[in-house]
C-alpha cells in the first residue's frame, strides 16, 4: 500500500460520519473514572472519533518511520519508537505505558 492510498484512508475517515470502535468499549472506559457520572451521546462519539483519529495518526507516523515499511507491517517497536522520539506522542513515554518502558529496557539491555 503507497503512503498516499494510506494518508486517503486517514483522509477518509476523518470525514466519515461512522465510528469503527465500539462505543460501549469507549464508554466503559470513560464510566471507569471516578469523575465521570453521565455520558452525552455527543461527547461520546466524539470521543470515540478523536481515539479513532489518535491511533491512525499514531500508526501513520510509526509506519513512516518504521522497519517495516518495505514488507508493509507495522511492529510493536515500530510503534514504541515513534512514542520515544516524536514529540506528539512523548506523554506515551511514562511509567502509566509499560510497553514503552519494556521496549527502552530491551534495548538497552541487547544494544539493538
Request: a negative charge.
Amino acid at each position: 500500500m503507497s503512503e498516499k492510498n494510506m494518508e486517503e484512508k486517514v483522509e477518509h475517515a476523518t470525514n466519515s460520519k461512522n465510528v469503527s470502535l465500539p462505543m460501549s468499549r469507549v464508554r466503559l472506559i470513560m464510566k471507569s473514572s471516578p469523575d465521570v457520572s453521565c455520558i452525552n451521546q455527543d461527547a461520546l462519539f466524539l470521543t470515540t472519533k478523536a481515539t479513532e483519529l489518535f491511533v491512525q495518526h499514531l500508526a501513520l507516523s510509526s509506519y513512516k518511520n518504521g522497519s517495516g515499511k518495505e514488507t508493509n507491517t507495522l511492529s510493536y517497536s515500530d510503534l514504541a519508537n515513534a512514542a520515544e522520539e516524536k514529540e506528539t506522542f512523548q506523554f506515551l513515554t511514562g511509567e502509566s505505558w509499560p510497553f514503552v518502558i519494556i521496549h527502552t529496557i530491551q534495548t538497552k539491555s541487547t544494544g539493538v
